[in-house]
């Protein structure tokens, strides 16, 4: 029987697949013919996806190489998706070194870890695609009380644009999605957080030209996208999607 879908024939390996975008994006890959090798650190939330047809799970740490250079080897991806990473709250003054040096070190320096993991093996067989995790609050606007997570992911969208320039004419690209407040178990904990969750969400809220926030399936569509070869003359770019905060 031929296979179907935009991802037919395609591995993909997916970090922070548990929950929220990773996890939706997981399925949206299955759905569309990808092998998807769907990873996390937390084993409890990477069982949902236990059973799902084409999904094989495995537990994965992106600040351990050793762990990455095993789940690049066992997945052999067409695929990469980078979507492991974490949000400081505060500005500059609030920030800590150990805050900043956590949030480079999970945001930036893992994507640069499995990113050079699978260089190799998709030049080797002809090209794949890199899809990294940005967000606006860098990209385009600097959003208040986000430093440290803005600078980090400042940071991603460098280096995504230099492995796209450096790779270009191997068949590898390497793209950006910057998302804006998207539904999802990381923001549900960011709004309690806060110490009141209705007035955070609330204002949250607001500043949504939408008036709602964005959903993991939307992002997950993205990811969709540039993963396929519908994409196929895209590479280097930070692509926004936002519910036209930034617009």
């Known amino acids: ?33 990808a092998h998807v090798f769907a990873t996390d650190i937390n084993a409890d939330t990477l069982a949902t996806l236990d059973g799902t047809d084409g999904v094989t799970t495995f537990t994965l740490d992106v600040m351990d190489e050793a762990s990455i250079v095993e789940g690049v080897t066992r997945a052999t ?44 093996g998709m030049i ?19 959003a208040p009380n986000r430093f440290v997570y803005g600078a980090s992911k400042a940071a991603v969208i460098g280096l995504t644009k230099s492995i796209a320039s450096d790779f270009v004419t191997s068949g590898l690209r390497c793209n950006a999605i910057c998302p804006g407040t ?42 969709v996208y540039l993963a396929s070869d519908e994409s196929g003359f895209v590479t280097g770019q930070a692509i926004n999607i936002d519910g036209g905060w930034t617009s």
Not at 91 to 119: G, H, K, P, Q, Y
Not at 127 to 135: D, P, Y
Request: aromatic content about 6%.
């Open 1 to 33: 029987m031929t296979e179907r879908g935009r991802l037919a024939g395609k591995a993909a390996l997916i970090t922070a697949a548990g929950q929220g975008i990773g996890r939706a994006t997981a399925l949206a890959m299955a759905a569309e013919g």
């Open 77 to 120: 991806p067409d695929i990469l998706f980078n979507c492991a990473g974490f949000v400081h709250h505060g500005t500059i003054l609030d920030a800590t070194e150990d805050e900043w040096n956590f949030a480079f070190e999970l945001n930036v320096r893992s994507m640069f870890r499995t990113s050079r993991a699978v260089i190799p």
């Open 124 to 142: 080797e067989r002809g090209g794949g695609s890199i899809v990294n995790m940005s967000s606006v609050a860098s990209s385009v606007i600097g």
């Open 182 to 223: 998207v539904e999802s178990p990381s923001l549900e904990d960011r709004l309690s957080d806060t110490g009141d969750y209705d007035k955070a969400r609330t204002a949250f809220i607001a500043r949504q030209p939408m008036g709602r926030f964005g959903t993991a399936a939307e992002i997950a569509a993205l990811a």
